[in-house]
């Protein structure tokens, strides 16, 4: 069992950056590959980034990429998204998401899931 809790969420400007955080409890962390996702209002959920147990490959979605950056550290049973140049599109609630062994994109895919932070990028 892993609870997830995310934080760093806020109401940025456009053009701005913000780091979510998602600490993980429990000590098998590195057993799990990690993912963000967001969901906008009337929007299903979508996959942003992905990073691996080790965090030696990341994926991301077109649209952040080159914007957004997975890391973690197994040592402080945490994940980061670092958002930087932040846009109105951007604007959703942040959700992490553990999986046992390896990456995925479709959210049906990951066992545990925190209960999310939310992003306001305004214009």
């Known amino acids: 069992q892993v609870q997830l809790e995310e934080s760093g969420g806020g109401l940025v400007q456009a053009g701005a950056s913000l780091r979510l955080s998602c600490a993980a409890s429990?000590?098998?962390?590195?057993?799990?590959?990690m993912g963000w996702f967001r969901q906008a209002p009337g929007k299903e959920r979508e996959f942003v980034a992905a990073i691996t147990r080790s965090g030696s490959i990341t994926y991301y979605a077109d649209s952040v990429k080159g914007r957004f950056t997975i890391t973690r550290d197994n040592a402080k049973n945490t994940v980061y998204l670092q958002m930087n140049s932040l846009k109105p599109e951007d604007t959703a609630v942040y959700y992490c998401?553990?999986?046992?062994?390896?990456?995925?994109?479709?959210?049906?895919?990951?066992?545990?899931w925190g209960q999310g932070t939310q992003v306001t990028v305004s214009s």
């Open positions: 429990g000590r098998t962390f590195s057993s799990y590959a």
């Open positions: 998401a553990a999986r046992r062994v390896s990456t995925a994109q479709a959210p049906d895919e990951y066992d545990y």
